[in-house]
Structure formats: C-alpha cells, structure tokens
C-alpha cells in the first residue's frame, strides 16, 4: 500500500487514474507525461518572459509615446504662441495705421475747417463793408431827400403836417434799416 500511495503521488500530480490503472498508464504515458508537462513548463515559462518583454517593451513604448506626445504638445503650444503673438502684432500695427490715419485725416479737417473759418471771416467781413457802404449810400441818399424835401417846403410853403410826416417816415425808414439791412436804392 505503501507502494500504491507513493505511485498515487507521483501519479497523482500526473493526474492518472488510481490504483492498478494509474500504474498502468503511468507504465503506458508517463515518459510521455513528464516530456509534455515539461515542454507546457517551458512554453509557460517563455510565456512568461515573452509577456515580461512585452510589458517592459510597451512600458518602453508607452513612455516613448509620452514623451512624443509632451514633445509634439509643447510644439504646438510655441506654434499658437507664435501664431497668437503675430496676430496680436499684426492688430497692433493696424490699430496704429488707422490711429495714425484717422489722426492724420483729423488734422485734414481740422485745418479745412480753419480754411473754411477764414473764407467766412473774410466773406463776413466783406459784407460788413458792403453793408456800411449801403447804409452810408442810404443815409446820403435820404438826407439829400430830406433836404430837397426841406428845400421843397420852404419854396412851396408846405404846412409843417406834411414835413413832420415826411421825417417820422423817413426816421422809420432809418430805424428799419438798421435793423434788417438798407434796401436797394433804384438810382
């Protein structure tokens, strides 16, 4: 028994059947047992090591991968950068053309506008002139009217009702003159 026990271990972990049957085919398959379970040993182990070469080669990989991606990340952060600050040159010059631009065209109306003050000056003052010239033509022409008026009344002896008319029409005349401009007098 003590046989078949120590059979039944070694077959045992051989899986056989036990007892004389066991014996049997450990007799039969054992040699073939113990090759196949150390060819499955030696593919479990170089399974093993495949999967611990794989796993370092994709550790390797993976950081490789990591560093391509820092590397490509940093890369294009330098590109937006670069691309940002030139936009950001390139409204700053804008902006300066047109201030200058707009400054410029600034100055232009700026001085038309003085121009043009001038002109209106100049034409103001020109009226002014001309106004005066028309008042004194008008208070010349009214007292020479006046004094033919007087020279009139005195030879033909108009009552002084006449005369006073005359005068209040003419200082109306006068009065409205100066506020609204001399009229035209037909010569």
């Known amino acids: 028994m003590s046989n078949d ?52 080669e994709m550790k390797k990989e993976l950081s490789s991968t990591d560093r391509k991606i820092d590397r490509t990340k940093t890369q294009l952060d330098k590109r ?19 201030a200058d631009q707009s400054e410029k065209e600034f100055e232009d109306l700026k001085s038309e506008l003085a121009s043009k003050a001038t002109t209106f000056e100049k034409s103001l003052d020109a009226l002014k002139v001309a106004t005066d010239k028309a008042m004194a033509a008008s208070r010349s022409a009214l007292e020479k009217k006046i004094q033919n008026t007087e020279e009139t009344l005195s030879t033909s002896k108009l009552d002084r009702l006449a005369l006073a008319d005359l005068l209040a029409a003419t200082a109306e005349q006068i009065a409205g003159e100066e506020k609204s401009g001399p009229k035209k007098i037909a010569a």
């Open 5 to 56: 026990a120590a059979n039944q271990n070694d077959v045992g972990e051989k899986t056989f059947a036990e007892g004389d049957l066991g014996r049997v085919q450990g007799l039969l398959f054992g040699d073939q047992f113990d090759a196949i379970n150390a060819r499955i040993d030696s593919l479990e182990s170089m399974l093993l090591d495949s999967i611990t070469a794989v796993r370092a």
């Open 80 to 98: 937006i950068v670069t691309k940002i600050d030139k936009e950001t040159d390139a409204r700053k010059s804008a902006f300066v053309s047109l």
